[in-house]
């Protein structure tokens, strides 16, 4: 797949853009601030229904978006195998962005968020999956050094894409999970009877076990991909081992999952009451990433976890590719400049493979690595996007 066609309304630095897109390598150039990343962003947002930079997702909305509410738009026309797909995420403000005379430090509106897939409104669950992207940038590095949240986010972003059964599971654990933790507030403050719990535990459990399941599965897929990659990339022979770590039962069988995590939340009862919070299930678990049994966010340098980062974003993109039976696009925000030659070389000869790669850079052009070269060259300034005639 690819997108044809994209189109911003007052997202961050752009207050209007339409451009169309070639297959292939398309390049990004541009000095710092000029609006890179951002774009970047608004195609990842049309993928995975969120942004991976914003906190508050009303910091999307243009600072100078002067309608009231201020609207912000997304949208792009996808190519696939199946025929166009139109995607669309407005960003409708509750209220004014500036001078609203709050003082406020963060001057980002609150935003409602709504979807539209070929013109039909959808939850956000009903975009994702629909055109599948993978996104390297700077950050990636914390996937491997960063807080377990981090991984289990690798985790869920990639599987969410391929099975929506998986996105939506995962949007009723994170409910009935608060739920619970309310509850077991409750029941510490002698406001509420242990025994309302039961029907919790059982949906949690329910949930969690297919949430459990499925991040096993992938990550032994996972593995296979990211485990030679990560020793192509580093020049030797030892591959990338991912472990997953569980806080409760350990096993590949979903119903086994489930009954673990049943005895497993009767057991921690009393202590979960104390707390006021869930400590065992899919929330806490983690991803061990080694290589040579040595964990890398430990032991590694900053290289090798550097490449593993990449190893783990091209492994993604293999994994998409395989399950989805169509490639996702490859949108690499301003990585090479932190490679070396080499491994900036293999990276774009793996990733030239794909239907499309964006890729943003501040270098100049003209722009080639090797045989591979761009089939489309644009300038980015001040939210603005030219082609750059003349240049491939
Ligand atoms: P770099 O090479 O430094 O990574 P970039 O071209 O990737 O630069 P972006 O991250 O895309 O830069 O940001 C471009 C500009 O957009 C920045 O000056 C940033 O402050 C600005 N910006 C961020 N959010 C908003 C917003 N909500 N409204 C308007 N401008 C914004
Ligand atoms: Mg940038």
């Given at each position: 797949m690819y997108v044809a066609s994209l189109h911003l309304r007052n997202f961050r630095n752009y207050q209007r853009l339409d451009i169309t897109l070639p297959q292939g390598l398309v390049v990004f150039t541009g000095a710092n601030a000029q609006g890179k990343s951002n774009l970047l962003e608004a195609v990842y947002l049309l993928a995975?229904?969120?942004?991976?930079?914003?906190?508050?997702?009303?910091?999307?909305?243009?600072?100078?978006?002067?309608g009231s509410p201020p609207h912000t738009q997304a949208m792009a026309a996808v190519a696939t195998c199946q025929g166009s797909l139109q995607l669309q995420v407005d960003l409708v403000g509750?209220?004014?962005?500036?001078?609203?005379?709050?003082?406020?430090?963060?001057?980002?509106p609150s935003v409602q968020k709504r979807v539209r897939v070929n013109g039909v409104p959808r939850l956000v669950s009903g975009l994702v999956g629909q055109f599948n992207a993978v996104l390297f940038d700077a950050s990636d590095i914390q996937v491997i050094e960063g807080a377990p949240a981090l991984r289990r986010r690798y985790l869920d972003v990639l599987l969410s894409q391929v099975d929506p059964a998986y996105l939506r599971a995962l949007l009723r654990y994170q409910r009935v999970l608060a739920q619970r933790n309310q509850l077991l507030r409750l029941i510490r403050e002698g406001r509420?009877?242990?025994?309302?719990l039961e029907f919790w535990d059982g949906e949690l459990a329910q949930q969690g076990a297919y949430l459990v399941a499925s991040r096993l599965q992938a990550m032994a897929g996972l593995m296979q991909l990211a485990g030679p990659m990560y020793a192509r990339l580093k020049g030797g022979e030892e591959q990338l081992q991912l472990e997953y770590l569980a806080t409760g039962p350990q096993s590949q069988e979903q119903e086994e999952l489930r009954q673990g995590l049943m005895e497993a939340l009767v057991r921690g009862r009393q202590r979960e009451v104390a707390l006021g919070s869930t400590q065992v299930g899919p929330h806490r678990d983690d991803m061990r990433i080694t290589v040579a049994g040595r964990e890398l966010g430990v032991f590694g340098s900053r290289g090798e976890r550097r490449l593993a980062a990449l190893a783990l974003r091209l492994a993604e993109g293999e994994f998409l590719a395989q399950r989805r039976g169509e490639q996702p696009v490859m949108l690499l925000d301003d990585?090479?400049?932190?490679?070396?030659q080499v491994r900036g070389m293999q990276v774009m000869e793996a990733v030239a493979r794909y239907q499309q790669v964006l890729l943003t850079t501040t270098e100049a052009p003209p722009l080639a690595w090797g045989a591979i070269t761009p089939t489309a060259t644009f300038r980015v300034a001040h939210g603005t996007v030219t082609p750059l005639p003349g240049v491939p």
């Open positions: 995975i229904g969120r942004s991976t930079r914003a906190g508050n997702e009303g910091e999307m909305v243009g600072w100078w978006a002067s509750q209220a004014q962005v500036a001078g609203d005379g709050s003082g406020s430090a963060n001057p980002s509420a009877r242990g025994l309302e990585i090479l400049s932190e490679l070396d």
